[in-house]
């Protein structure tokens, strides 16, 4: 029975997964059709990232001389690491499909690791852009980690557990036992996971001259292709992170098909409308500094501090 | 049929074996390696023998021997479950540094390596007596032959960088057991025993109770190299020869830890809240400075010896947690503070000795430890360089690894903390969650600046690129650890048991299941779980699909992977200068946190040390010539004016000597006709 469950969970979770990667493309590629529009471009069609990435898969791999072994794993760990969270996020369901690895401080170790490899590629690679750019990413990542941690702990704290899937039921059945603590937190962590995104005025995530991509200056071909993917399966699976905690209505509380059907419908329109918002922020904002951004990221823990002292005076 | 205590007793005669005979073999330095090494391995598999049974029955062993001081002090051997846990971490990382050692202090030949066997053996020697021990007299004297041992590992360089590291080390270790000492007699006066059993009798009043907890906190915490008392660590640990920095980084610096759980929990109880909180804070400062100063560094053992300071950070913060669990009467908290705590120190002991062996390796090949001059490493060394590798994602708690399980427990109790607690603890645990994410983040960038400069890339320098790999007997050690690494971070569900029933029996209940099947959890298993193993499979199975997709898609048309060329530069021609430096790679930190780094200089007490070591020294000086200027020098010119006075009888003119002659005659016939 044990065994029987575990097979099942790893399978449904597999398939969370799987489907994620399959339409992560479409959602970058969404993005660029509204950067265009607001531009007044005409732009790519919306499926332009998936023959971006089928073109590339065919296309020869060429490295600098002087990488190394991780500049080679690096897009294969990317998405690995990716697609192990994207099963533990209980998406479509109350409950995580796979219970055993969803926890929040894991989740959040998870993309420490993506970040891990991510930057040392870059550093792999020799060049100074992806150097840079490696420095910088994990600069960031060490602006957001407390505000995203301090968010997540308030909504934690609330329910009383860790797990995201008692995170995500609680708040979905309680109406919110405390609301002005979890909105708070949720801006705090909507603000964590704009930058986790890679967005502007942070970061442009697609923008190959930029150096927050810095790290991926020197791939080309089918390791390239995997990379994009990669990234794209990211922005997915943050919005993802946030919307399973904190915009858990309309999952499916029953396993028949008919609820997972409307669970995954439910879904699909608070992602695309995440990804719209976002994309809709991102193009009204310039681009800053970027030893600057430590000052706009105090403004978000901050934020997460204030959610924290609605939730001890039990707002 | 030999019990735990024989088998202590017997690696603590292997090690002093090694110690002399090491000494005795001065002329045949080769030998006195092969000797010495070999006695302090079978030494520490004699104290892992030792550990085991204690550790896994649990209970708690003690003897008493008359000793030489039966007078006023007992000798008296106690292996409760967290002395067998310190022998076994400090025995697992003996059998390492033995088996590298043999490799490594050939480069030592020549320069002292037969004085280097004979301290090594001699501070591991203390390190072990003194964890078993339970009488405070023999407890001071173990606890100064280790700090005494281990200073001439420091000073073994013989450069001024060592001395200097040397006695400011030296200082400070014997202030921290001056503290103790006072701590210590406090604790005598009320029990009228040196032994500590006397001691957890003695109910102290909350006032001297907490300033005995304040004494041994600082003055073990001075050991421990918790800030801001950590000023000699990153100048000490660096300048030993690498096995010996693995040793003290890896465990002398957990004495420290033991002394505080030793004094604070099993000797005093951890009867106040604020002792706990005292601890936690001083955790949580230690682990997020220790983090960014050694982002700022690219000596790469001093860039290890910063993380010290903040693993320390980190282990104190469990234990903080835990003393707290203890002094408000909450098992759960004080189970899982512990467990984060000590899960965590043994963890540290793992991968630190990796990382300072990996280092030792590189410095043996580049002869440098600058890590502006390696870079390239992974192709040349490429056995060191997984091993390597793995110690930094460990150290980065990266999953599945060890370091992520137990700050996993620690973020677990500190959760608990801010869950259960009064007002007060409700507002320290999230900010002790904060700083302990921060330390995160701050660690996976300081790690991949430390493999991305070492060893990726082009080689930085001819030393670089002029490296191969190192003997056989060093990477077996390194792998040795680096498995153990992924073993303790894979099989959570077996070890976290076993130190949970260590902290059950420090803090006197019983203990509470955490793990069940492959699975980790606080206490609670609907509270939340980890499946260590099953994140392991995972992480490496999902890396497969991308794989699939890779080779199908591409299928035979595709050209092969190739490396050609140099990487861009803007259509400018590349240098292998452009490639980023350690320097330029932390510097967006070193302005978003310049506030703190400033800090360090302020608040660094090596010059203000100096300082005083200079007035002292003055002061001395001034103090010494007044004999001499009051009694010597009176006699001195009295008689230097006398024997000027009679100086104008012989100045060198023979015609005077003649009279002399003739007048003398003339006296002398007078003289007899008289």
């Not at chain 1, 109350?94 to 490899?117: E, K, N």
């Not at chain 2, 008296?76 to 003996?94: G, K, Q």
């Not at chain 2, 023979?654 to 003398?664: D, H, P, T």
Request: charged share 10%; glycine share 10%.
């Amino acid at each position: 029975m044990m065994q029987n469950s575990l097979v099942l969970a790893l399978i449904a979770g597999l398939l969370q997964a799987v489907l994620l990667m399959a339409v992560s493309p479409l959602l970058s590629g969404l993005s660029r059709v509204i950067r265009a529009k607001m531009h007044s471009r005409k732009g790519p069609g919306v499926l332009q990232e998936y023959r971006d990435i089928m073109k590339l898969l065919t296309r020869q791999e060429v490295a600098p001389s002087n990488c190394g072994g991780v500049f080679r794993v690096m897009p294969f760990v990317l998405l690995g690491t990716m697609l192990l969270v994207a099963m533990t996020l209980p998406l479509v369901t109350q409950v995580s499909p796979m219970a055993a690895g969803g926890d929040v401080i894991t989740l959040l170790y998870l993309f420490a690791v993506f970040r891990f490899f991510f930057s040392l590629a870059g550093l792999d690679s020799g060049s100074t852009f992806a150097g840079i750019g490696a420095s910088r990413e994990l600069t960031l990542g060490i602006l957001v980690e407390p505000i995203l941690m301090l968010g997540l702990l308030v909504v934690a704290l609330i329910v009383g557990s860790t797990n995201i899937s008692n995170i995500s039921s609680t708040l979905a059945s309680q109406q919110w036992a405390a609301p002005t603590a979890t909105a708070m937190a949720l801006l705090a962590c909507a603000f964590a996971v704009f930058i986790e995104m890679g967005k502007i005025p942070f970061d442009v995530a697609e923008a190959e001259q930029e150096l927050q991509e810095g790290p991926l200056s020197e791939y080309s071909g089918a390791g390239l292709a995997l990379v994009k993917w990669g990234i794209s399966l990211k922005q997915v699976v943050v919005a993802g992170l946030f919307l399973a905690i904190f915009v858990p209505f309309g999952k499916a509380d029953t396993l028949t098909v008919a609820s997972l059907l409307l669970g995954t419908l439910a879904f699909v329109v608070k992602l695309v409308l995440v990804f719209v918002v976002a994309a809709v922020i991102e193009n009204t904002l310039a681009r800053g500094r970027f030893l600057l951004t430590g000052r706009v990221t105090w403004m978000g823990f901050g934020v997460a501090a204030l959610a924290f002292m609605f939730y001890l005076t039990g707002l | 049929m030999m019990t735990p205590l024989s088998w202590l007793g017997l690696s603590l005669a292997l090690y002093m074996v090694g110690a002399l005979l090491s000494l005795l073999l001065c002329r045949n330095e080769a030998l006195a390696i092969r000797v010495s090494g070999l006695l302090s391995l079978v030494g520490g598999i004699a104290g892992v023998i030792a550990a085991l049974p204690v550790l896994l029955d649990g209970g708690v062993i003690t003897a008493d021997y008359a000793g030489p001081f039966a007078a006023f002090a007992h000798l008296t051997l106690r292996l409760d479950m967290l002395a067998a846990f310190m022998v076994l971490v400090i025995s697992i990382l003996v059998v390492v540094t033995s088996l590298y050692s043999f490799a490594y202090l050939q480069e030592y030949r020549g320069k002292g390596a037969w004085a280097m066997g004979f301290f090594m053996n001699l501070f591991i020697a203390s390190m072990v007596a003194l964890v078993a021990v339970d009488n405070a007299f023999y407890f001071i004297v173990l606890f100064e032959a280790m700090s005494l041992s281990s200073y001439f590992l420091v000073i073994s360089e013989q450069d001024d960088e060592a001395v200097g590291a040397g006695l400011l080390y030296f200082f400070i270790a014997h202030a921290g057991s001056v503290l103790i000492m006072l701590g210590f007699f406090l604790l005598y006066r009320h029990a009228g025993s040196l032994d500590f059993a006397a001691f957890r009798e003695a109910h102290l009043p909350v006032g001297e109770a907490s300033a005995v907890f304040l004494l041994a906190f600082f003055g073990f915490g001075a050991k421990a190299g918790m800030l801001p008392l950590h000023g000699w660590l990153p100048r000490a640990h660096p300048a030993a020869p690498s096995h010996a920095s693995a040793l003290m980084s890896g465990v002398m610096v957990k004495i420290g830890i033991f002394g505080i759980i030793k004094v604070g929990i099993d000797l005093l109880g951890a009867t106040e809240v604020w002792w706990g909180v005292v601890v936690l804070a001083f955790g949580a400062v230690s682990s997020v400075l220790g983090v960014l100063y050694a982002l700022a560094e690219h000596d790469i053992k001093r860039l290890l010896a910063y993380h010290t300071v903040e693993n320390i950070g980190i282990i104190l913060m469990g234990v903080g947690a835990g003393m707290i669990g203890i002094a408000t009467h909450h098992p759960l908290l004080a189970l899982l503070g512990l467990l984060g705590g000590l899960y965590h120190l043994i963890n540290h002991a793992l991968f630190k000795g990796l990382l300072f062996l990996g280092a030792g390796a590189v410095i043996y090949r580049t002869h440098t430890k600058d890590m502006e001059q390696m870079g390239g490493l992974a192709k040349l060394m490429p056995r060191t360089a997984v091993a390597f590798l793995i110690g930094c994602m460990a150290i980065s708690a990266l999953p599945p690894l060890n370091g992520f399980v137990s700050e996993w427990f620690t973020y677990q109790s500190l959760f608990t903390m801010s869950h259960d607690g009064s007002v007060g603890l409700k507002l320290a645990g999230p900010a002790a969650i904060v700083m302990l994410a921060i330390t995160g983040a701050l660690a996976a960038m300081c790690f991949v600046k430390v493999y991305g400069i070492c060893f990726c890339g082009a080689p930085r320098s001819e030393k670089a690129a002029n490296a191969r790999e190192v003997p056989f007997s060093m990477t077996s050690a390194m792998w040795l650890l680096a498995i153990l690494c992924v073993l303790l971070g894979v099989g959570a569900a077996v070890v976290a048991p076993v130190i949970t029933n260590i902290a059950a029996q420090l803090s006197h209940t019983s203990a509470i299941a955490m793990a069940s099947g492959a699975s980790v959890f606080p206490g609670d298993v609907t509270q939340t779980s980890l499946n260590t193993p099953l994140l392991f499979i995972l992480l490496l199975a999902l890396p497969l699909l991308p794989l699939i997709i890779y080779s199908v898609k591409g299928g035979s048309d595709r050209l092969r992977f190739t490396r050609r060329g140099t990487p861009w530069a803007c259509g400018y021609g590349y240098e292998a200068k452009m490639a980023l430096s350690a320097g330029s790679f932390a510097q967006p930190l070193r302005v978003l946190f310049a506030p703190l780094y400033r800090l360090r200089k302020t608040l660094d007490p090596a010059p203000m040390l100096q300082r005083s070591l200079a007035a002292t020294t003055d002061a001395a000086a001034k103090v010494e010539p007044v004999w001499d200027e009051h009694l010597v020098l009176p006699v001195v010119s009295g008689v230097q004016r006398l024997s000027r006075l009679v100086q104008w009888i012989q100045y060198g003119d023979f015609r005077a000597y003649c009279l002399y002659v003739v007048a003398a005659l003339v006296v002398l016939l007078i003289v007899t006709m008289a």
